[in-house]
């Protein structure tokens, strides 16, 4: 098995395509879409549970939660994020990931301000083991052909892939869609982990 994980969602003209893509190849990925985002397009967040993907909390705004994490802004990110994906589906959604924005407050180790806010809404915080944005968006190496050639060499098993709604991670996923889901199977965060295991 294998989890992807797309960040953010700035760009939700590329989602489309890459949900077509993935149901291709009877994919299922984990996206962690900024809640503003699912104000603007609730139609998004529909598309994403109604095509079996699953939607994990990356924040009302973006805001960087640490280094001095503040409790009310950590609630009040956490809870936006919540409240615009539940008006975008019309209904309550359990949500089960967290992923602060820029890992912020995770870096070294965890803060336990952000940490304890999660668990308190029976969250877990999403990590990764394979990172595209700082293993080349970082150095910026935006080329698609280059995003699919480093999924194509790196991943393995039990690898969560942390990508980006950008145009290289969106097309170079898409580019090695195939090839992936013929070496592995294509899961999502709670497939890959089951709310009972540890």
């Known amino acids: 098995m294998v989890a992807l994980t797309f960040d953010d969602c700035f760009l939700p003209d590329l989602v489309e395509p890459l949900l077509q893509d993935?149901?291709?190849?009877?994919?299922?990925?984990?996206?962690?879409c900024v809640g503003r985002v699912f104000r603007s397009h609730p139609e998004l967040a529909r598309r994403l549970v109604a095509g079996g993907h699953e939607l994990g909390n990356h924040t009302l705004h973006h805001r960087m939660l640490a280094p001095r994490p503040d409790r009310r802004v950590i609630d009040t990110e956490i809870d936006g994020w919540q409240r615009a994906v539940e008006e975008a589906l019309g209904g309550p959604y359990p949500t089960r990931w967290f992923r602060p924005p820029g890992m912020a407050g995770?870096?070294?180790?965890?803060?336990?301000?952000?940490?304890?806010?999660?668990?308190?809404?029976?969250?877990?915080?999403?990590?990764?083991?394979?990172?595209?944005?700082?293993?080349?968006?970082?150095?910026?190496?935006?080329?698609?052909?280059?995003?699919?050639?480093?999924?194509?060499?790196?991943?393995?098993g039990g690898e969560v892939v942390l990508l980006h709604v950008s145009t290289s991670?969106?097309?170079?996923?898409?580019?090695?869609l195939p090839e992936l889901a013929a070496r592995f199977r294509l899961v999502t965060l709670s497939e890959m982990f089951p709310p009972d295991s540890p």
Do not use: C, H, Q
């Open 22 to 32: 993935l149901e291709a190849v009877g994919a299922r990925a984990t996206f962690f």
């Open 106 to 156: 995770f870096t070294t180790e965890a803060d336990p301000k952000i940490l304890e806010a999660v668990r308190r809404r029976g969250m877990r915080v999403a990590l990764w083991t394979l990172d595209v944005y700082r293993s080349l968006d970082r150095l910026g190496v935006r080329d698609p052909e280059k995003v699919a050639a480093f999924l194509r060499e790196r991943v393995r």
């Open 169 to 176: 991670n969106v097309e170079g996923a898409r580019r090695v």
